[in-house]
């Protein structure tokens, strides 16, 4: 789905889809978000964090 900042930037082609050669900027979380009760939407962690198609972030890596 193409953002409006995305289209204003004429990068459509390279940041709205997730495939080969796109970047990516996504979070895995631990539940489902839209599927859970509001009053647990603060209680969710972030497992993971990508930022230009790399891992910035990796809770499992990081826990002790």
């Not at 996504?26 to 009760?37: A, Q, V």
């Not at 964090?49 to 499992?60: F, H």
Request: glycine share 8%.
């Amino acid at each position: 789905r193409e953002s409006g900042a995305s289209y204003a930037a004429h990068q459509v082609d390279s940041l709205c889809s997730l495939e080969t050669g796109t970047w990516s900027d996504f979070i895995f979380i631990y539940r489902d978000f839209f599927g859970c009760e509001a009053s647990e939407i603060d209680d969710t962690v972030v497992l993971e964090t990508w930022v230009g198609g790399k891992k910035v972030l990796d809770k499992a890596e990081n826990s002790e």
